[in-house]
T-cell receptor, first 114, second 109 residues
Framework: ETGVTQTPRHLVMGMTNKKSLKCEQHLGHNAMYWYKQSAKKPLELMFVYNFKEQTENNSVPSRFSPECPNSSHLFLHLHTLQPEDSALYLC?????????????FGPGTRLTVL | AQRVTQPEKLLSVFKGAPVELKCNYSYSGSPELFWYVQYSRQRLQLLLRHISRESIKGFTADLNKGETSFHLKKPFAQEEDSAMYYCALTETSGSRLTFGEGTQLTVNP
């Protein structure tokens, strides 16, 4: 598959569970991003990675833990989440870590925390 | 701080009518602005960016620095334009991207 892929597409988890979201980009980009999209709120940038190095953590709680083993893969590890963390989590990539570059988005993972 | 405001959460027009989706921003420097679109069951994607001064799918947007606006316009709306539209801003150094809350456009037959 081309572009940016995300798995799983839907996830339901309890507050004590540990789960991971996966993102993969097939575009040869150097920068990858995690966004959170909650109902009735703007898209919120969570993390930015450039050449596998985290360059931005937008005051995200430690129960969200990102991992970027290489420029093509990005994970978001989740543990002891709260119901208010239920949202659509979007992964994106761009050629460079420069927000003037076009962002290419994945389809998202719809997360529900019970 | 950067801020993007899309005052209309919902906008409904008839096919063939003109449409304008409003976007206002607050930023003291020199901004670069974008419109992203999300069609039903599709992923978020770039529609256009002001620096390109292009028209995509009949849509245009002009940056008005005096009014700090970047409204998206199309003279004759089509049903396939129904989607969620997000205005976004970054500074020219590209160090941060801020999205508005989005406007759901519905074009009725």
């Amino acid at each position: 598959e081309t572009g940016v892929t995300q798995t799983p597409r839907h996830l339901v988890m309890g507050m004590t569970n540990k789960k991971s979201l996966k993102c993969e980009q097939h575009l040869g980009h150097n920068a990858m991003y995690w966004y959170k999209q909650s109902a009735k709120k703007p898209l919120e940038l969570m993390f930015v990675y450039n050449f596998k190095e985290q360059t931005e953590n937008n005051s995200v709680p430690s129960r969200f833990s990102p991992e970027c083993p290489n420029s093509s893969h990005l994970f978001l590890h989740l543990h002891t989440l709260q119901p208010e963390d239920s949202a659509l989590y979007l992964c994106a990539s761009s050629q460079e870590r420069d927000f003037t570059d076009t962002q290419y988005f994945g389809p998202g993972t719809r997360l529900t925390v019970l | 701080a950067q801020r993007v405001t899309q005052p209309e959460k919902l906008l409904s027009v008839f096919k063939g009518a003109p449409v304008e989706l409003k976007c206002n921003y607050s930023y003291s420097g020199s901004p670069e602005l974008f419109w992203y679109v999300q069609y039903s069951r599709q992923r978020l994607q770039l529609l256009l960016r002001h620096i390109s001064r292009e028209s995509i799918k009949g849509f245009t947007a002009d940056l008005n620095k005096g009014e700090t606006s970047f409204h998206l316009k199309k003279p004759f709306a089509q049903e396939e334009d129904s989607a969620m539209y997000y205005c976004a801003l970054t500074e020219t150094s590209g160090s941060r991207l801020t999205f508005g809350e989005g406007t759901q456009l519905t074009v009725n037959p």
